[in-house]
């Protein structure tokens, strides 16, 4: 292939396993009409995501608080002489 453009050299690489009597020939965009219709096709607005969990969420930050409370300790927490942690109050 000659001049071959990033896009199409993705694709050939992606398909170069099953490519034995292909032959990949580049359509402009504008005389593409089946694809650039089904580009612009329009979508029905979803309100909700159903992939997104708010529950879920929420757990994730908490738990991204905790660890973040826990890392950021001075070093007055420390145990005398020990290198761990105080059992006492690490807020």
């Known amino acids: 292939m000659k001049n071959t ?3 199409m050299l993705r694709w050939k690489i992606a398909i170069q396993d099953y490519r034995r009597n292909m032959t990949i020939i580049y359509k402009e965009g504008k005389s593409n009409t089946n ?7 329009p979508l029905d607005k979803v ?3 159903p992939a997104y969990d708010p529950e879920a969420a929420a757990k994730i930050t908490i738990h991204l608080m905790e660890i973040d409370r826990r890392r950021n300790f001075t070093f007055s ?5 020990s290198g761990t942690l ?3 109050n690490t807020d």
């Open 5 to 7: 453009n990033r896009h």
């Open 35 to 41: 694809a650039d219709g089904l580009s612009r096709w």
């Open 47 to 49: 309100k909700r995501n």
């Open 77 to 81: 927490q420390l145990a005398p002489g």
């Open 86 to 88: 105080d059992s006492g």
